[in-house]
């Protein structure tokens, strides 16, 4: 298995440690599977083989979140500007991601993290009025692609979003997992057009799917027996000291 990933046998331990630890957070609290990702294994594997393996995984995590929510079609028309823009805005992010240097991204990747999580702890209460949530999901659309495109973390820019405008849970369950769906799709297809894919890569995309799902199970387990909030609040802590770690590493 790990000579299908072109990988050794301790960067192939750590992909797989982090897609698993992303999915327990992702399990427990909702979210953060990519921004699990792209905070820690960057610091042992490359950072364009974490970016596909994101890219492939994300479509099929977030697949079951879509069904379970019962709301895909409502959330289509409701959202359809802020998917619109996602979708125009990705390859963007993408080709903009495939003419920064390594060193460089690795640099953005850790600032977006800790930018995510610093807005994830201090959960801003933007209260956005009924009359411009269309502008606000477009201007949100543009901005997830484009970052999306260039990091695969694009999550908490909609969270925001829906949060601001009050959503019920399971419409911003609906919003999101689309918006995930959409942003894995597009960055498989552009990275596969710059040549970024091929059998290997592709290949660790795959097998990095089974511990995301373990961790997913593990984390809608955990997420019963401990407080919520507490654990939210360590694992934010953990992730901007890893995205900390990144900005300021050696890719620097």
Same mark, same amino acid.
């Given at each position: 298995m790990i000579e299908a990933t072109g990988l050794t046998g301790a960067e192939f331990a750590v992909l797989l440690a982090s897609f698993l630890a992303g999915g327990l957070v992702k399990g427990a609290l909702g979210f953060g599977l990519p921004l699990v990702v792209v905070s820690t294994a960057p610091i042992f594997v490359s950072v364009d083989i974490v970016l596909i393996a994101n890219a492939t995984v994300m479509p099929f995590s977030n697949t079951l979140q879509i069904v379970q929510s019962g709301r895909v079609a409502a959330s289509i028309s409701r959202f359809r500007l802020l998917y619109?823009? %996602?979708?125009? /805005?990705?390859?963007?992010?993408?080709?903009? !991601?495939?003419?920064?240097?390594? !060193?460089?991204?690795?640099?953005?990747?850790? +600032?977006? +993290?800790?930018?995510? /999580?610093?807005?994830?702890?201090?959960?801003? =209460? %933007?209260? @956005? =009025?009924?009359?411009l949530e269309r502008p606000f999901g477009a201007a949100t659309g543009a901005l997830a692609g484009i970052i999306g495109g260039l990091t695969t973390v694009n999550g908490p820019i909609m969270t925001l979003f829906a949060v601001g405008l009050g959503v019920e849970r399971r419409m911003m369950?609906?919003?999101?997992?689309?918006?995930?769906?959409?942003t894995g799709l597009i960055l498989a297809v552009g990275y596969a057009g710059i !040549? %970024?894919?091929?059998?290997? =890569?592709?290949? /660790?995309?795959? @097998?990095? @799917?089974?511990?995301?799902?373990l961790g997913m199970w593990v984390g809608n387990r955990l997420a019963q027996r401990l407080p919520q909030a507490v654990f939210r609040q360590? +694992?934010?802590?953990? %992730?901007?000291?890893?995205?900390?770690n990144l900005a300021l590493g050696p890719g620097a």
């Open positions: 619109i823009a %996602l979708i125009l /805005t990705l390859p963007f992010g993408v080709a903009l !991601g495939s003419v920064i240097s390594t !060193g460089m991204l690795t640099v953005v990747l850790g +600032v977006v +993290v800790m930018a995510f /999580t610093a807005l994830q702890a201090l959960s801003p =209460r %933007l209260q @956005i =009025r009924p009359d369950v609906s919003m999101q997992g689309l918006a995930y769906l959409i !040549g %970024l894919i091929d059998g290997s =890569r592709l290949a /660790t995309g795959l @097998i990095c @799917i089974a511990p995301a799902f360590v +694992v934010l802590a953990v %992730l901007f000291v890893a995205g900390a």
